[in-house]
C-alpha cells in the first residue's frame, strides 16, 4: 500500500510540475522558419555627403566647398585660374575632425566622396554605431569593412576610418569603361639596365 502512495504522490507532484510550466512561455522560443526579416532604415541613404550631391558639375562643388566652414581647401583649383583645368579628384581638409575629405569626378560630375576621419578622436565601432542609428542594419558587417547600399548608393565604412560615398549608377558606367590591362606593368629585363 506503501508504494501505491508513493506512486500516486509522484504522478500528483509531476502533474502539477506540468501544469506550472505549461502556462509559462518557454525559455528558447522556437525559431521561425525562413530569413530573417531585414532592418528597417531609419532614413534613406544620401545621394552625396551633406550639400555635396551626385551628378553636380564640379564648378558647383567648387562654390560649396567655399562656403562650408568645417572644410578648407588646399587644394589648385582654390588658385584662380586653375579651377577650369580637367582634374577627376578634389582635396579638401576638416580639421581636427577629417584630415581629408576627397570629392571624385568622372567626365566633371561627382561620383563618389571619401572622408578620412582623424584616428585619434573617433572608433571603428563609434562610426557603426552612428551610422546605423541612422540608416538601420548594414548589409554587409564585418571587422575590416561595414556596408550600407541600396539600389542608387553605397556607404562603406572602413576600419581604416575611411567612409566612402559612392553612386552605384554612375560607378557602374566607369567599371564598363575600364580596361585592367592599364594597371600592369611592362616587365622588360633591359628596362632595369636603364636605371644603372
Not at 606593368?185 to 628596362?191: A, G, I
Request: proline share 7%; glycine share 4%; aromatic share 10%.
Amino acid at each position: 500500500m506503501s508504494t501505491l502512495k508513493h506512486y500516486l504522490v509522484c504522478c500528483v507532484a509531476f502533474l502539477s510540475s506540468c501544469l506550472l510550466t505549461a502556462a509559462q512561455p518557454p525559455v528558447f522560443p522556437s525559431r521561425r522558419p525562413g530569413p530573417p526579416t531585414p532592418a528597417r532604415a531609419k532614413l534613406p541613404l544620401p545621394d552625396g555627403y551633406k550639400n555635396y550631391l551626385f551628378g553636380k558639375d564640379r564648378l558647383e562643388i567648387l562654390a560649396l566647398v567655399r562656403k562650408d566652414p568645417q572644410l578648407i581647401a588646399r587644394d589648385a583649383d582654390f588658385i584662380e585660374g586653375f579651377e577650369q583645368e580637367d582634374r577627376a579628384v578634389l582635396v579638401t581638409e576638416g580639421k581636427p575632425w577629417i584630415p581629408n575629405v576627397f570629392f571624385l569626378f568622372h567626365e566633371k560630375k561627382l561620383f563618389a566622396v571619401v572622408i578620412a576621419f582623424n584616428r585619434k578622436k573617433y572608433s571603428y565601432p563609434l562610426l557603426i554605431r552612428t551610422l546605423t542609428a541612422k540608416y538601420g542594419r548594414a548589409k554587409v558587417l564585418g571587422q575590416d569593412m561595414t556596408v550600407w547600399q541600396n539600389q542608387k548608393t553605397r556607404l562603406q565604412l572602413e576600419s581604416s576610418l575611411r567612409l566612402k560615398y559612392l553612386d552605384l549608377k554612375r560607378f557602374t558606367e566607369m567599371k564598363k569603361k575600364f580596361n585592367p590591362e592599364l594597371l600592369k606593368k611592362q616587365l622588360n629585363k633591359l628596362t632595369t639596365l636603364k636605371g644603372l
